[in-house]
């Protein structure tokens, strides 16, 4: 099977270590948001509200998106 490859489409690299984001590689202009919904083990109510406000924005931020990986 060959694979076309679609000229049209950018290409993105993410460069994750560590378990974070070190860069993000891309031949066209992007409008990249990384959202971390990773709580500690030992969080906060605080945290954990945050990390829910976070969360409900995601959603909402992707509603409309293809996940593409």
Known sequence: MKIIKDSRMPK???HVE???VQAVYSNAELDVQVY???LS???T???IEEEK???A???TE???LKQVY
């Open 41 to 43: 083990d030992f969080a």
């Open 36 to 38: 971390d919904l990773d």
């Open 45 to 47: 109510a605080r945290e």
């Open 18 to 20: 560590g378990g974070l």
């Open 57 to 59: 924005q995601f959603e």
């Open 53 to 55: 406000a976070i969360a």
């Open 12 to 14: 993105v690299i993410i």
């Open 62 to 64: 992707t509603r409309n």
